[in-house]
């Protein structure tokens, strides 16, 4: 394990000097694009009978990482809380209520529509999907992945408001998700749907219990920090609570990632006002910003090494695209319209739909929840169609957000 854990460091590295040096795109977008391109030209040159050594070496890394385990048990938990830790707080609460809406109401939708339309649709590319397995699709795509999001943020030069509410968003709207995929996964597993009541109870404990136990853990955290003023101790605590509290999440069967958010809020606003000095906040945040950029830069250069474990067909392929365009226009309609017609109201400026609907990336946690079905033909299925979208979401829509915004804001 610690072999590939430094294979993976080392490989992160290099990709991440060779865009910084050469290319200069986003780092998550030029690592993701690195190992893509790195991935098919060992699969090229091997299929030459140029490669095969270093190709064998790569598919063993790649399959080594249990990447489901590696977002879900180890990554997720970090970058969550040092999305929340960086989040303004006050034009979060101005925009409270479309955030909530967008989070909670706006994945669900998304999730029904995609999961709907995909066992319409998918029929005429030659792609045979059970419903339920539809569904579990559009679970697991339907939420943004804040991760993605943030990172492509930082080079985006839209308007603060703006980027207040997709961060907020995708911060909150993991943890629905997930509650939703779990769900969606144990009626596929039984063949039976949920009444409304299990889906309601379900949803209440996840994302309400998630909420509440955040705020409960950010509080205990402000409590512990206020009594000191040592910044290796206080990094040490913070640290603590993004580990243990997402066990202990966990253990009580609450949102993990609605706990990491919350909780991460919660720090960034009044621990970090009011129980830390200025020297103490510098190393706190360097530290939280480094971990957050390192994380970041191993998990796309893994996402990007998936097209040598993820076997695509022909009809996959067209699957794939379908179901990019289904995510899209999902989105337009969940999110998209909505905004469009309370923007004013919201106090959002004009043109916001577009950034909100063009931004609504998809990553890892995405392809982690998709690695977590039960294997099978299905999950093989469902996995490809993912993988599709991540990789258009990273690499298109990443690509070009700058150019949305232009033309959105007139900039």
């Not at 911060?171 to 749907?193: Q, S």
Request: glycine share 12%; proline share 3%.
């Amino acid at each position: 394990m610690v072999d590939v854990a430094a294979a993976c460091l080392v490989v992160t590295a290099l990709l991440a000097w060779l865009n910084r040096r050469f290319v200069g795109l986003p780092t998550a977008v030029g690592v993701m694009a690195a190992s893509m391109l790195l991935s098919i030209g060992v699969m090229a040159l091997d299929a030459g009978g140029l490669a095969h050594a270093p190709r064998a070496f790569a598919e063993r890394l790649a399959g080594a990482v249990d990447f489901s385990d590696v977002v879900m048990q180890g990554m997720l938990s970090f970058l969550l809380f040092a999305g929340g830790l960086h989040v303004d707080v006050r034009a979060l609460r101005r925009f409270r209520t479309s955030v909530a809406a967008l989070a909670f109401g706006g994945t669900l939708v998304s999730a029904g529509l995609v999961g709907g339309l995909m066992a319409w649709l998918l029929p005429y590319v030659g792609v045979q999907l059970s419903l339920w397995h539809c569904l579990l699709f559009g679970a697991l795509i339907a939420p943004t992945d804040a991760i993605v999001v943030a990172s492509i943020l930082r080079t985006s030069k839209a308007p603060r408001d703006v980027k207040v509410v997709i961060e907020g968003e995708s911060l909150f709207n993991d943890g629905v998700g997930i509650a939703l995929f779990l769900l969606v996964l144990e009626a596929t597993v039984r063949d039976t749907a949920p009444s409304a009541g299990e889906v309601g109870l379900t949803l209440l404990r996840e994302a309400g219990g998630g909420i509440l136990f955040g705020f409960v853990l950010g509080w205990i955290t402000y409590l512990l920090l206020r009594g000191i003023d040592q910044y290796e101790v206080e990094v040490l605590i913070t640290l603590a609570t993004v580990m243990g509290g997402y066990a202990l999440a966990q253990d009580l069967h609450v949102s993990g990632p609605l706990a990491m958010a919350v909780a991460g809020v919660l720090v960034g606003d009044r621990v970090r006002d009011q129980a830390m000095s200025e020297h103490t906040r510098r190393y706190v945040d360097m530290f939280w910003e480094l971990l957050d950029e390192i994380l970041n830069a191993v998990l796309f250069v893994l996402l990007g090494m998936g097209v040598l474990v993820i076997a695509f067909t022909g009809h996959e392929l067209l699957g794939g695209a379908l179901a990019i365009a289904v995510t899209l226009g999902a989105r337009a309609l969940a999110v998209g319209v909505p905004v469009r017609i309370w923007s004013r109201r919201a106090g959002l400026p004009r043109g916001s739909w577009r950034v909100l609907t063009w931004g609504g990336l998809r990553g890892g946690i995405s392809v982690a929840l998709a690695l977590s079905i039960p294997p099978g033909p299905a999950r093989d299925t469902v996995l490809a169609l993912t993988y599709c979208v991540v990789v258009f979401s990273v690499l298109v829509q990443g690509l070009t957000m700058g150019r949305v915004v232009r033309r959105a804001f007139g900039g």
